[in-house]
């Protein structure tokens, strides 16, 4: 009987598929535990061996939790919507739900070929209309509420017009503008149009315009990151900014909850630490200068360090600030001019970056210090972001590097205020320096100081203490077609919800996907579903791909309902997810955003919980072992990588998979690519051996590995412990085929305890002995704990040993080996549901009880120990720990070696340390 892993595992995999094995209840009386991946976005490139990884590491553990009574769900879904989906269209020809739906056959096909216990009855798609209703549905909440900073949670628009009639919004600044004041009076005076203006500046998700970066040549908005030197990454072609009405979330509201949140989650300190440094708290306060010969204006900017204003030596605007038409004066206006066209060409990303390329221009405005009314210069600079703070710094350069820089290059006066904490060559003032040349917070130290100018700011009405934010509202709003459409029409110009009965509003089908003319994505193109009647229109852009991906957990407790987003009742039960395991790179977006709209339904009353995961794993990347040749520069001729030294040589990428070990497959090299048929090779020792590179892998570096070929080869059960065993789940490491091959013969070792070729099962009932019974139990207790903390590798590493162990101990015996394959089942459940019906069970291992340990079987009664004659061991003897020197002694004394290397000598003295070592010395 023969370790066939291909037919096994095809068995099982069907078997599971027939008895819905996977499939869970929203009702049960065992305790639950709610397991998730981030879903993945489902390419035409499929899976490479580095993506399942995490997945194999929620799938063993949410099968552990099954064994150990919980009720588990785990389920598996599709982001499917979003810019690479209508690319890969582009490029290929096809619509993107032709190619998602392909693109998601396949990936669901190499999932399921490596056995995970997904629940597929609960699948969602983000693209799917059932699905994607209710993501505009949620939409419709935000766009329907309000943050009430007083209560510190979201209430109804309702709520707020009613607050409005009543005494106006001088209890409820707003947000969007904080210039907007008015009484109960005059907001009734207000036309409809005025008073939905209004409410923009409030609701969650809000209407605003925004600075994009607009490519004419490809008519289409770019992100940051798709333009560099100020032209598109694709192409080359000039980029500009441009303003264009955008929706955005109010998710700076929630800035404070979501730190506080941080606090009750199980999160990493660096996870933490990356989403604390994103939302970027800081205390100071905002002060207003008034502008030199401008009446009524002033420019008012945030600090941190208002103990440092009498060391303003200039100011900085953003070069998009509202007032720098306004202050410039006649004879800068050309050079302002000049210098914005130049800011036009820059990204964000450049201009934040780029801290050593220095760039200005004066406006020739002057502010006045609000203290001693000192003329201060107004430049404006691209390291000012209109969208940061309000938009202006105060420059102090004896306090702040850049700002030292800055007016070195365009030679400001400094005035040095922090006395011997300023070098003259580098600004590093500490919070305990004594500040001088000051006025009145002369011989105080910062800290005091901070205090004392805020209460005298705000006492003077020249501004307040406030508490800001680095993170900012982020734009809602993609010029795509394949995304979500919003669930807004505008009528005159205003914008209104649809109907919550008229949801989902489906995405119409085109085949052209050209922006529109001014920027609008291509929905814009398509006349008879933008024109609702004469008065009409629908919204024209889709959302963000992280729209769908926000609020997907909560679906999958209810994923079929077609009345509301999930049963409350559904949500109540399952809660908050207890694992999520996915990658650092959706450490702020995605999960910042999820954050925000559970608050923001959890304010609303729609769940009964404010924090969406309770513990998230972030799985390292497995790196490719990337493949070099190298070829003679100028021919058509490899050389081994051993002789490459004596030849001038191009190194470059060659396919893995044509690689054995090191070891080039020359003829599959050949036919690999055209230009290779004809080349010739000097070879080493007869062979052609590759260099090695450890780098990420993909396609461009032909170092990725096909995990559908790595189960064919060796079973989707060594593939599975193979991913485990490189190393911690938390870690990045090397993918190296090699390798597995140490697994897959562990897992035919097993096999051989349970089964011989010849004469099949060989399982006996005989008792166990001491010996088997602790190397079981010694597996229980550390795959236990390895398991519960996702210590996979060191728990393969157990496996091994124990295995090793019982082997040696020609352990045959069912009261070892079936706890031993409960044990496993996570890991490899395959084999172990194989073995499991070979020794007659009828039901499935899936539902095994767990093994218990028991400390009884692990404890040492006897120790093996080195004797020594003289200081050198000589020989290794077993004693009971509990036996007396007398009786040891003698069977020292009596033992053949011992009496060697005595050698007749009289014993001097005999040393004894109990559990440790004997010496004699002689």
């Given at each position: 009987?023969?370790?066939?892993?291909?037919?096994?595992?095809?068995?099982?995999?069907?078997?599971?598929?027939?008895?819905?094995?996977?499939?869970?209840?929203?009702?049960?009386?065992?305790?639950?535990?709610?397991?998730?991946?981030?879903?993945?976005?489902?390419?035409?490139?499929?899976?490479?061996?580095?993506?399942?990884?995490?997945?194999?590491?929620?799938?063993?553990?949410?099968?552990?939790?099954?064994?150990?009574?919980?009720?588990?769900?785990?389920?598996?879904?599709?982001?499917?919507?979003?810019?690479?989906?209508?690319?890969?269209?582009?490029?290929?020809?096809?619509?993107?739900?032709?190619?998602?739906?392909?693109?998601?056959?396949?990936?669901?096909?190499?999932?399921?070929?490596?056995?995970?216990?997904?629940?597929?009855?609960?699948?969602?798609?983000?693209?799917?209309?059932?699905?994607?209703?209710?993501?505009?549905?949620?939409?419709?909440?935000?766009?329907?509420?309000?943050?009430?900073?007083?209560?510190?949670?979201?209430?109804?628009?309702?709520?707020?017009?009613?607050?409005?009639?009543?005494?106006?919004?001088?209890?409820?600044?707003?947000?969007?503008?904080?210039?907007?004041?008015?009484?109960?009076?005059?907001?009734?005076?207000?036309?409809?149009?005025?008073?939905?203006?209004?409410?923009?500046?409030?609701?969650?998700?809000?209407?605003?315009?925004?600075?994009?970066?607009?490519?004419?040549?490809?008519?289409?908005?770019?992100?940051?990151?798709?333009?560099?030197?100020?032209?598109?990454?694709?192409?080359?072609?000039?980029?500009?900014?441009?303003?264009?009405?955008?929706?955005?979330?109010?998710?700076?509201?929630?800035?404070?909850?979501?730190?506080?949140?941080?606090?009750?989650?199980?999160f990493s300190e660096a996870m933490k630490e990356m989403q604390r440094n994103w939302i970027g708290k800081s205390q100071g306060a905002e002060i207003t200068f008034s502008i030199d010969g401008v009446e009524n204006a002033g420019v008012t900017v945030y600090t941190t360090r208002p103990d440092?204003?009498?060391?303003?030596?200039?100011?900085?605007?953003?070069?998009?600030?509202?007032?720098?038409?306004?202050?410039?004066?006649?004879?800068?206006?050309?050079?302002?001019?000049?210098?914005?066209?130049?800011?036009?060409?820059?990204?964000?990303?450049?201009?934040?970056?780029?801290?050593?390329?220095?760039?200005?221009?004066?406006?020739?405005?002057?502010?006045?210090?609000?203290?001693?009314?000192?003329?201060?210069?107004?430049?404006?600079?691209?390291?000012?972001?209109?969208?940061?703070?309000?938009?202006?710094?105060?420059?102090?350069?004896?306090?702040?590097?850049?700002?030292?820089?800055?007016?070195?290059?365009?030679?400001?006066?400094?005035?040095?205020?922090?006395?011997?904490?300023?070098?003259?060559?580098?600004?590093?003032?500490?919070?305990?320096?004594?500040?001088?040349?000051?006025?009145?917070?002369?011989?105080?130290?910062?800290?005091?100081?901070?205090?004392?100018?805020?209460?005298?700011?705000?006492?003077?009405?020249?501004?307040?203490?406030?508490?800001?934010?680095?993170?900012?509202?982020?734009?809602?709003?993609?010029?795509?077609?394949?995304?979500?459409?919003?669930?807004?029409?505008?009528?005159?110009?205003?914008?209104?919800?649809?109907?919550?009965?008229?949801?989902?509003?489906?995405?119409?089908?085109?085949?052209?996907?050209?922006?529109?003319?001014?920027?609008?994505?291509?929905?814009?193109?398509?006349?008879?579903?933008?024109?609702?009647?004469?008065?009409?229109?629908?919204?024209?852009?889709?959302?963000?791909?992280?729209?769908?991906?926000?609020?997907?957990?909560?679906?999958?407790?209810?994923?079929?309902?077609?009345?509301?987003?999930?049963?409350?009742?559904?949500?109540?039960?399952?809660?908050?997810?207890?694992?999520?395991?996915?990658?650092?790179?959706?450490?702020?977006?995605?999960?910042?955003?999820?954050?925000?709209?559970?608050?923001?339904?959890?304010?609303?009353?729609?769940?009964?919980?404010?924090?969406?995961?309770?513990?998230?794993?972030?799985?390292?990347?497995?790196?490719?072992?990337?493949?070099?040749?190298?070829?003679?520069?100028?021919?058509?001729?490899?050389?081994?990588?051993?002789?490459?030294?004596?030849?001038?040589?191009?190194?470059?990428?060659?396919?893995?998979?044509?690689?054995?070990?090191?070891?080039?497959?020359?003829?599959?090299?050949?036919?690999?690519?055209?230009?290779?048929?004809?080349?010739?090779?000097?070879?080493?020792?007869?062979?052609?051996?590759?260099?090695?590179?450890?780098?990420?892998?993909?396609?461009?570096?032909?170092?990725?590995?096909?995990?559908?070929?790595?189960?064919?080869?060796?079973?989707?059960?060594?593939?599975?412990?193979?991913?485990?065993?490189?190393?911690?789940?938390?870690?990045?490491?090397?993918?190296?085929?090699?390798?597995?091959?140490?697994?897959?013969?562990?897992?035919?070792?097993?096999?051989?305890?349970?089964?011989?070729?010849?004469?099949?099962?060989?399982?006996?009932?005989?008792?166990?002995?001491?010996?088997?019974?602790?190397?079981?139990?010694?597996?229980?207790?550390?795959?236990?704990?390895?398991?519960?903390?996702?210590?996979?590798?060191?728990?393969?590493?157990?496996?091994?040993?124990?295995?090793?162990?019982?082997?040696?101990?020609?352990?045959?015996?069912?009261?070892?080996?079936?706890?031993?394959?409960?044990?496993?089942?996570?890991?490899?459940?395959?084999?172990?549901?194989?073995?499991?019906?070979?020794?007659?069970?009828?039901?499935?291992?899936?539902?095994?009880?767990?093994?218990?340990?028991?400390?009884?079987?692990?404890?040492?009664?006897?120790?093996?120990?080195?004797?020594?004659?003289?200081?050198?061991?000589?020989?290794?003897?077993?004693?009971?720990?509990?036996?007396?020197?007398?009786?040891?002694?003698?069977?020292?004394?009596?033992?053949?070696?011992?009496?060697?290397?005595?050698?007749?000598?009289?014993?001097?003295?005999?040393?004894?340390?109990?559990?440790?070592?004997?010496?004699?010395?002689?």
């Open positions: 009987m023969e370790y066939n892993f291909r037919a096994i595992e095809k068995k099982w995999q069907a078997r599971w598929v027939e008895t819905k094995a996977y499939q869970v209840s929203n009702n049960s009386s065992k305790p639950k535990c709610y397991v998730l991946d981030m879903f993945p976005y489902p390419s035409g490139a499929g899976l490479h061996v580095g993506h399942p990884l995490g997945y194999i590491s929620s799938d063993i553990y949410a099968r552990y939790k099954r064994l150990k009574g919980f009720n588990v769900l785990h389920p598996m879904g599709w982001d499917a919507f979003g810019l690479p989906a209508e690319q890969y269209a582009l490029e290929t020809g096809q619509h993107p739900a032709v190619t998602t739906a392909n693109n998601l056959a396949a990936f669901r096909r190499q999932l399921d070929n490596i056995g995970f216990s997904f629940d597929w009855e609960r699948e969602v798609k983000t693209s799917d209309p059932g699905y994607y209703k209710w993501t505009q549905w949620i939409f419709l909440q935000l766009f329907d509420s309000w943050f009430n900073r007083a209560t510190q949670k979201a209430e109804r628009i309702d709520q707020l017009i009613a607050i409005f009639g009543q005494s106006g919004n001088a209890a409820h600044e707003c947000p969007g503008d904080r210039t907007i004041k008015f009484t109960a009076a005059e907001w009734s005076q207000f036309s409809e149009a005025r008073q939905r203006e209004i409410l923009m500046h409030y609701r969650l998700a809000y209407l605003a315009f925004a600075e994009v970066n607009w490519c004419a040549a490809l008519g289409t908005v770019l992100a940051n990151d798709e333009v560099v030197n100020g032209v598109s990454e694709r192409g080359g072609f000039p980029v500009v900014k441009k303003k264009m009405r955008q929706w955005f979330l109010r998710i700076t509201e929630y800035a404070n909850r979501l730190l506080d949140g941080l606090e009750t989650v199980s440092t204003i009498f060391g303003v030596d200039f100011m900085v605007l953003a070069p998009e600030h509202d007032l720098v038409s306004l202050i410039t004066t006649p004879d800068q206006k050309a050079e302002v001019d000049k210098y914005l066209d130049y800011v036009q060409s820059r990204s964000e990303r450049e201009r934040l970056a780029e801290v050593k390329q220095i760039t200005g221009c004066f406006t020739g405005a002057y502010v006045l210090n609000p203290f001693n009314g000192q003329r201060i210069p107004v430049w404006i600079s691209e390291y000012v972001l209109a969208g940061y703070g309000t938009g202006a710094i105060m420059a102090v350069p004896c306090g702040d590097q850049r700002d030292f820089n800055f007016a070195k290059h365009f030679d400001i006066h400094i005035t040095n205020i922090i006395g011997d904490a300023f070098n003259g060559e580098e600004a590093n003032a500490t919070k305990e320096a004594t500040l001088q040349n000051s006025d009145f917070l002369d011989g105080m130290n910062m800290r005091e100081a901070m205090d004392v100018v805020i209460d005298k700011i705000e006492a003077l009405g020249l501004g307040k203490r406030q508490i800001n934010y680095k993170m900012r509202d982020s734009g809602f709003s993609r010029q795509r077609y394949w995304g979500e459409p919003f669930p807004i029409v505008f009528k005159n110009g205003i914008p209104y919800a649809l109907n919550e009965k008229e949801l989902p509003l489906t995405l119409p089908h085109v085949e052209n996907y050209k922006p529109g003319e001014e920027g609008e994505g291509p929905l814009a193109n398509i006349t008879d579903w933008v024109t609702v009647d004469a008065e009409t229109k629908r919204e024209t852009n889709t959302m963000p791909g992280y729209a769908g991906s926000s609020w997907y957990f909560l679906r999958y407790a209810d994923p079929k309902n077609t009345e509301v987003f999930a049963d409350r009742a559904a949500t109540d039960y399952w809660n908050q997810v207890d694992v999520y395991v996915g990658g650092t790179e959706h450490a702020v977006g995605h999960l910042l955003y999820s954050r925000m709209w559970t608050k923001a339904l959890y304010d609303l009353g729609f769940i009964g919980f404010q924090e969406p995961y309770k513990k998230l794993i972030n799985q390292g990347m497995i790196g490719g072992s990337s493949r070099m040749v190298y070829r003679v520069r100028g021919t058509n001729t490899y050389v081994s990588h051993g002789l490459k030294d004596q030849y001038e040589t191009d190194e470059l990428h060659t396919d893995v998979n044509i690689v054995d070990g090191l070891e080039l497959d020359i003829e599959a090299f050949k036919n690999w690519r055209p230009a290779n048929k004809d080349a010739e090779f000097i070879l080493e020792d007869g062979k052609y051996i590759c260099g090695v590179v450890l780098e990420k892998m993909s396609k461009g570096k032909y170092n990725t590995v096909n995990p559908d070929d790595i189960v064919e080869r060796f079973g989707a059960d060594t593939f599975r412990m193979y991913e485990m065993f490189l190393g911690p789940v938390e870690q990045s490491k090397p993918w190296d085929t090699k390798g597995i091959e140490g697994v897959h013969r562990f897992l035919k070792k097993l096999w051989r305890l349970f089964a011989d070729e010849q004469k099949g099962l060989i399982v006996t009932d005989a008792p166990p002995t001491a010996e088997e019974l602790k190397a079981l139990h010694k597996t229980i207790q550390k795959i236990d704990a390895d398991t519960e903390n996702f210590s996979y590798n060191t728990a393969v590493s157990q496996f091994m040993i124990c295995v090793n162990e019982l082997s040696s101990l020609k352990c045959n015996k069912r009261s070892i080996l079936e706890p031993l394959l409960v044990l496993l089942t996570p890991y490899a459940p395959h084999i172990a549901e194989e073995l499991w019906h070979l020794l007659g069970h009828t039901t499935s291992i899936l539902d095994a009880p767990y093994p218990v340990f028991e400390e009884q079987y692990t404890k040492e009664s006897a120790f093996n120990y080195p004797i020594a004659v003289n200081g050198k061991t000589r020989t290794e003897l077993s004693f009971a720990l509990d036996a007396d020197n007398a009786a040891i002694e003698k069977e020292v004394l009596a033992n053949e070696a011992v009496q060697k290397w005595i050698d007749g000598k009289p014993v001097k003295k005999i040393v004894i340390v109990k559990g440790r070592m004997i010496n004699l010395v002689v």
